[in-house]
């Protein structure tokens, strides 16, 4: 099992950036697979961006590709969410997740992650 927290949401304005972090524990970083996804409100959860085992291989969801950047940092046993030119549909809580896996594609459903961090909550304001 792999223990995830997030750290790193806020408030801020449309426009503005913010970095999200994901700091893993309980399991050997550099085999594992990640990913973001976040909920908004009524909504269900998203995929947002994902990240094989070595970072060479990264997927994004069409509404984030060209803003968001997903890296990870073996060393530190962190993955990483870059969020550029933020809008207010950004809004929502984002959840890591983590996948016990050292293939080269990624997964971009919920259902294929196994261990969930606890959420940090973004909020944009136009």
């Known amino acids: 099992q792999v223990r995830l927290v997030e750290s790193g949401g806020g408030l801020v304005q449309a426009g503005d950036s913010l970095r999200l972090s994901c700091a893993a524990s309980?399991?050997?970083?550099?085999?594992?697979?990640m990913a973001w996804f976040r909920q908004a409100p009524g909504k269900e959860r998203d995929f947002v961006a994902a990240i094989n085992w070595s970072g060479g291989t990264t997927s994004y969801a069409d509404s984030v590709k060209g803003r968001f950047t997903i890296s990870r940092d073996n060393a530190k046993n962190t993955v990483y969410l870059q969020m550029n030119s933020l809008k207010p549909e950004d809004t929502a809580i984002y959840y890591c997740?983590?996948?016990?896996?050292?293939?080269?594609?990624?997964?971009?459903?919920?259902?294929?992650?196994?261990?969930w961090g606890q959420g940090t909550q973004v909020n944009v304001s136009s």
């Open positions: 997740a983590a996948r016990g896996t050292t293939t080269v594609v990624v997964s971009t459903t919920p259902r294929s992650y196994t261990d």
């Open positions: 309980g399991r050997t970083f550099s085999s594992i697979a």
